[in-house]
């Protein structure tokens, strides 16, 4: 038998986890690259060139698929599993270091526009909230799996307490403690955890109270807000600003003076929702082409809050609808995946449905703001928008999607070989052997009644 060429095809076609999950995440990665090469001019640095940010980003798109490939090559889930369990220690440290505002040489807690977000470890910045996403997903279905199976090792003797012990208080814990942070950030992720308890099989009683523990909370926060003047939780003040604002700035930028205090101040307001509109006004159908963008100059944060209006921009109304098919071809491709992995395995299928959620709810997030249909919320596209820490978050949890979609894969396809026939093979062949015979017969001129009256009895 010749040997096969080494050609890329082949290595891709040797690949045993999903192949359209694969080709989604290498496509958005690609996508990536080409935005960055033509985004704004903001991320230059000293004497960078738009050379330079591409470099930085191909170099960021291998390690994301580093470790993918890392993730994909684990070939038992309980090595997940056992990672999974450490996923709220690791999120309450960040926290914790985040807001304990320790500043180190090697251990920084970075603020910035009064928000505290970034951890500075020696010379590389984390993005808390980006980790804190996907460790709380996987801790969750690591511990409603743990819950169903009866292996949790404290309170196992009272359901109750186990409850709010490994799964109700870690996920009200983390999202009050990323409150101080972002209120945007606060509320996507917990209603991430919100809908992963519930696909767990989380009682309907106990998740209307988890939302009302939440709803309480926040109420709490607001109030603190008050007494302290604004002093303790000051997103809480954007966020209601955000929400609540009555101001009408566009008109206040038709009647102030060009160039006044007052006209800055309200063109400042609604400098990027506008100019993501026009983003996607002008990008009509086909768009301007890469690089055409005009609106990068205006809007600061179009490569990582705004990148979608910016796709348009370039690429038109198709390649919005491409980015947008993406995500929906994952979420039906990962329904797939969790269908696949059998009845018994609970936390393959919380984690492979929890991560999915948190991608694609964040991207029709981020492409809502963009389309200015809710307030901003400061969530990046999945997989291109600029950011490290996200980027290579989110590879991560692709990279545990195609681990499990393998192992998943594998487990079918022996079960499949262990199966008993429908039909046994002698009876098969016994069958066959019989309708060649009449055939034959037939063909050889006998009567067609008497082969009818010998075999059938008829």
């Known amino acids: 038998m010749a040997e096969k060429k080494k050609t890329l095809w082949n290595y891709f076609d040797s690949l045993e986890g999903d192949k359209v999950v694969w080709i989604i995440a290498l496509l958005l990665m690609l996508f990536s690259i080409l935005c960055m090469f033509s985004s704004t001019s903001r991320l230059l640095e000293n004497n960078q060139s738009r050379l330079d940010i591409v470099k930085d980003q191909i170099i960021l798109v291998g390690m994301g698929l580093i470790l993918i490939i890392v993730c994909y090559k684990i070939k038992n889930i309980n090595i997940f599993r056992w990672c999974s369990q450490w996923g709220f220690l ?70 109750m307490l186990q409850k709010i012990f490994y799964i109700y208080g870690p996920a009200l814990i983390t999202t009050i403690l990323i409150v101080p942070g972002s209120n945007s950030s606060a509320l996507f992720i917990g209603g991430i955890m919100f809908f992963t308890i519930a696909l767990g099989g989380g009682a309907i009683k106990d998740l209307a109270i988890f939302a009302v523990a939440c709803v309480l909370a926040l109420g709490l926060c607001v109030g603190v807000y008050n007494v302290s003047d604004g002093k303790v939780f000051k997103r809480i003040g954007t966020g209601i600003s955000r929400v609540f604002e009555s101001e009408d700035w566009e008109a206040k930028v038709m009647e102030a003076r060009v160039g006044s205090h007052e006209y800055g101040e309200a063109l400042d307001k609604i400098r990027q929702p506008y100019s993501a509109k ?119 949890a692709f990279g545990i999607i195609l681990s499990i979609s393998r192992i998943a894969n594998k487990k079918m396809e022996r079960e499949q070989l262990n199966a008993e026939p429908l039909v046994e093979f002698h009876e098969v062949q016994q069958t066959h052997e019989e309708g060649l015979g009449d055939l034959e017969a037939f063909e050889s001129g006998q009567d067609l009644n008497d082969i009818m009256e010998d075999d059938y009895g008829i």
């Open 90 to 159: 690791l999120s309450l440290g960040l926290l914790i270091i985040l807001l304990s505002r320790i500043s180190t040489p090697f251990l920084k807690s970075i603020e910035i526009n009064g928000a505290r977000r970034i951890i500075q470890i020696g010379g590389f910045q984390v993005h808390v909230f980006e980790v804190i996403k996907v460790a709380m997903v996987m801790y969750l279905a690591w511990a409603l799996d743990s819950f169903k199976s009866h292996s949790l090792k404290w309170f196992k003797d009272k359901e």
């Open 278 to 396: 026009i983003a996607i006004h002008e990008g009509g159908f086909f768009g301007k082409g890469p690089g055409q963008s005009t609106q990068r100059y205006v809007v600061p944060d179009i490569s990582e809050d705004f990148m979608y209006s910016f796709i348009i921009e370039e690429y038109g109304l198709i390649g919005g609808l491409f980015i947008m098919l993406l995500y929906m071809s994952l979420l039906a491709r990962s329904s797939l995946i969790v269908r696949n992995c059998g009845k018994g395995d609970l936390f393959a299928k919380l984690a492979v449905a929890g991560l999915t959620l948190l991608i694609t709810l964040q991207a029709f997030l981020h492409i809502f703001v963009n389309s200015d249909i809710g307030p901003m919320t400061g969530q990046t596209l999945p997989l291109v928008s600029h950011g490290s820490s996200a980027f290579l978050c989110f590879s991560l």
